[in-house]
């Protein structure tokens, strides 16, 4: 019975956790639709280039917007919560991609955006998801600005762009290592 009991709470914590990170989602979308706005007044992007942040925009809104009202359902297993976390950390590295990408890739600032799945990770208390995230923004990360280098070499120099994959790749990863610190002893 108390097995029982500890997957209920285990639930229970989850499903606050699931719920609580989707909400934030809707103030991260809120941000980043003022991002696009302050590119549209100032007319710093094309017209196909604001077309594709608003078309994201709108994806991250309705992905969302599901993933929350799935995360306020009662009565599930621990793994369905996992899954509305996963899903969710898998919003936040589509958006960081496409925006290495569509930010010139190596020179992009919008490494800061794999942080955020990697703080959704650490809410399952897992050091396999957490370092799991980090492997998997370290690799989006790698893939959007390498691609973006592919198509236009003449923006950078590839000692360069190695250098920043094996940096960015290493910081995402303390971060990981630091989150499962703090998750480790919040647990105990």
């Known amino acids: 019975m108390s097995k029982n009991k500890k997957e209920t709470s285990e639930a229970i914590t989850l ?42 925009a709108a994806i991250a809104l309705g992905a969302n917007t599901i993933l929350w009202i799935f995360s306020d ?16 950390m898998c919003m936040y590295l589509a958006v960081a991609t496409f925006s290495i990408y569509t930010e010139r890739g190596m020179a992009s600032n919008s490494i800061i955006l794999y942080a955020i799945p990697l703080v959704i990770a650490s809410l399952t208390y897992s050091a396999r998801a957490i370092f799991a995230t980090a492997a998997l923004a370290s690799i989006t990360y790698s893939a959007a600005a390498i691609s973006y280098f592919r198509h236009f070499p003449s923006e950078g120099y590839k000692v360069e762009l190695y250098g920043q994959l094996v940096f ?19 647990k105990a």
Do not use: C, N
């Open 15 to 56: 499903r606050r956790h699931s719920r609580q990170a989707a909400k934030l989602g809707f103030a991260f979308i809120a941000i980043y639709i003022v991002s696009i706005l302050i590119y549209t007044a100032w007319k710093l992007l094309t017209r196909d280039a604001l077309t594709e942040r608003w078309a994201v």
């Open 73 to 88: 359902k009662k009565g599930f297993a621990p793994l369905y919560y996992r899954g509305i976390i996963f899903l969710l």
């Open 168 to 186: 960015y790749s290493a910081i995402l990863f303390l971060i990981a290592g630091l989150l499962w610190i703090l998750m480790r002893s919040k």
